[in-house]
């Protein structure tokens, strides 16, 4: 058992409102249980930080994400600057009064989103998808900041380490991540290493930037600053760029940036990260989320996860279904048309409680809207279900025994 | 105070799950409450019963609905014979089961969509929209049904008196009705005449065939059927409809067809039937339901109103809001982008406890799910609130007032 101190930022202490406690570590690997308090609640870890990008999870409210048993979700700064723009969010309470959302909450800094859509391949990298054309949107990324093109209207606007925490701040949201570069995976140690060291100096601005505002969003309530680990494929630099944020006054450690071109080398970036991490603080892995990955991730220490998938998959007609290949059935598949039966037998979400997969099957072929909905409460359940075993196989030594329920051979 | 005694059809009997009590009569009108009974629950009237077309309350599920205090939806038959069939239906336990809505249920016949979307102007000319030009898929009406292809697929259907109660059983709703012809309101007298001669014929033909069936649906619970009033704008048409429906042993009476080619018209056309009508039955007016209209409908004597609109014109971003003019707001407008007030001050819905119009308004110009479903919850319970309150005020002798309230001068 060992509690974090939480580090002091000149004078800023986290631990008022914040703390990481990890309650039991897994003798056979990295993985560990832990407590993250935030002034909106504690939750325990490993955990699952679900995508409300826009300030909604889509098409589901926060009332059935708290009864589908969700602690955490996330918005992206990056979209809700554009629209409604931080200055609304803020006017209209911060981003829990203005989503209904009451629990604890995660801003990332925009940086991912600037830089994926600019070079329009490092999300597809990341994710392991093909790489396809999209238009760039990233117009100049210099010493100071990025400057980028609106997706809404072909607006200039710039983002630097200082505007995305004021952003940030706006937000309000408990959790907030420091600006990073994040860089294609393609390219050379060079270019990694030099875009790695211009990270670090935007985690040095964020962390002043963040200390003059008091550590306090715009409705005067407490926040705490994740940096962001960077370094591509090299070691090297994943290890200089793991030590940089275990030397600063972070409250989080993220692990981000190019993740490799599949899920093996995901897994060797995160592994040549860990060692170097500060142990006392939790440690996120950012836009990372399939049911082997958590597995994966868990087992190289990570505390909590997020990603669009369990949404995202369900506005096109997947439920989740652990053990199944891919872990997914498509309900829109015919054979569901007749099926009395539910998404996952025995599954107790309230999709599972009341309707029948040969229902979600017509509400996917009728275009109805609550067919979206009500798959992705399922997926939402799975997922929070998936965190609750690995916590309690962790703590009962039994986490390869899940694994092999969990994830089809 | 009214006990209505049940009329028995041959051997049936509806008083065993089936009621229809007049608690109380408007002395200033035709308006009365009363309490309508049917084996998922009972209801107060006046009442509204909202659409939920395709099996589903488009983004709004069951649980939502309850809190919004829906009392009954409806299905429309015609929808679902054709996706995803009666027999999927039947096979997933009926209606109730099959969306997890466990009160009470009523389905149409699928004749005004047939009609409707054949003659491609019904629809137009009962709501008072201008008439457009639509794909025309009737094909065929005779003495036994009639033809008409899929909107899905184009495919070849029909649909007779016969095959509308057999599948209306199989759907297993509460409240069935008969299948009718619905004319355009343009064509004269004799074509009115023999049209409303045919529904008459086709009324008694559907009596027969839910007598044979027993009054029960596929799945072994008691139903009861409306006859429907045609008779288009013609005052004596109209009477010798109501007339019919009288002398028959239907549960209900729905009064159909086109309702003329204004709102005034189609009060006087609903005026012109209800001296007629059977005065212990439930009266339905088919597919109407502004909130002027439910005043003007009450005091006709209408006892239940069914109507897309709530739901409708919230995925389009208006709230209903009572007394403003057109009855509701486009939360689109930019005024409401930072507006922290409920959509409706004082509204004890869901939507207006938990956001502001701006948070509404962000939803929509992002093109989230959300959106659409948190307006139709608004929408949804304003109407529950109207009939609550028309009730309340039938009871007090303060209808003049409650309409003075509700409507915009």
Known sequence: MTAGAPPAIGNLDYGARFGFDVLHRDPASRARVGRLRTPHGTIETPNFIFCATKASIKGVSPQQMREARTDIILSNTYHLMIQPGADVVAALGGLHRFMGWDGPMLTDSGGFQIFSMGHGSVADEIKGRRSQPRERTLTRVSEKGAEFRSYLDGSKLFLSPETSIDIQRKLGADLVVQLDECTPFHVDRDYTARSMALSHRWGDRSLAEFARGGGMSANGEPQALYGIIQGGVYPDLRRESAEYTRGRPFFGTAVGGSLGASKEQMYEVVAMCMPYVHPDRPVHLLGIGGIADVFAGVRLGIDTFDCVSPTRIARHGWA??????????????????????????????????????????????????????????????????????????????????????????
């Open 320 to 409: 989740l279904a652990p053990g199944a290949p891919g872990e997914r059935l498509n309900l829109r598949n015919a054979r569901f048309r007749s099926d009395p039966g539910p998404v996952e037998p025995g599954c107790d979400c309230a999709t599972c409680r009341t309707w029948s997969r040969g229902y979600l099957h017509h509400l996917l072929r009728a275009g109805e809207l609550l067919g979206p909905t009500l798959i992705s409460i399922h997926n939402v359940a799975v997922m929070n279900r998936l965190m609750r075993d690995v916590r309690a196989a962790l703590a009962d030594g039994t986490l390869d025994a899940l694994e092999a329920r969990w994830v089809a051979a």
